[in-house]
């Protein structure tokens, strides 16, 4: 026999073994077909895409700090702590030289006279709005400017000369609940006092 035969020959058997491939004989048994399976046959494949290693920092090296530095809201502010009615009633109880205030308040103040004695008397003016100041020479409170929210709050500390400590400070807040302008009064002599001023 030839090549070509032979060729043709195994062409023939391996259609005749195809065709018989899952036919049932007389016998009723059926002939196994081993075929090749591919895994995941039937899914489209995906292709592989690498992802790249997540960043590590090196320890050895300083990180930069995350930036949390805040401007205040209002340049007159400065450094002044979150004033409020309750802020007043707990640290401004007790008698505080110059230092500790201006560690707790800040040093953004106007120093005015008491209208009662001429003695110096430090006002803060608590967020004022968008540049805002009130000017007095003397310790009168800006009640169209509490009122109209150009400013949230002014607070008065007042000197004891003699012992170089607060004698007490005065606190003119807006409640607007009630909508009135009150004053209240922590330390000293007139400590706990609250007046209605508007």
């Known amino acids: 026999m030839n090549k070509t035969k032979l060729l043709l020959l195994a062409v023939g058997a391996a259609l005749a073994l195809g065709g018989c491939a899952g036919k049932t004989e007389e016998t009723g048994t059926q002939i196994p077909v081993k075929q090749e ?10 292709p592989k895409t690498e992802t790249p290693p ?4 090196d320890a050895s090296k300083p990180q930069p700090a995350p930036n949390t530095d805040k401007k205040p809201e209002n340049a007159q502010q400065g450094n002044q702590a979150k004033i409020d009615l309750e802020f007043v009633k707990t ?32 006002r803060y003016d608590i967020e004022p709005k968008d540049g805002y100041k009130f000017e007095s020479p003397d310790d009168s409170v800006d009640i169209e400017g509490i ?44 400590d706990g006092k609250l007046d209605e001023i508007k």
């Open 37 to 46: 399976q591919k895994p995941d046959a039937g899914k489209p494949e995906t």
């Open 54 to 57: 997540a960043r590590t920092t």
């Open 91 to 122: 640290k401004l109880k007790e008698p505080l030289t110059q230092e500790q205030v201006k560690k707790l308040l800040g040093d953004k103040y106007a120093k005015v006279a008491s209208a009662m004695d001429n003695a110096q008397v430090w």
């Open 147 to 190: 009122e109209k929210k150009k400013l949230k709050a002014q607070l008065f500390i007042t000197w004891d000369k003699e012992a170089k400590k607060t004698d007490g400070a005065s606190f003119a807040y807006l409640d607007e609940k009630k909508n009135k302008i009150y004053n209240y009064y922590a330390g000293g002599e007139l």
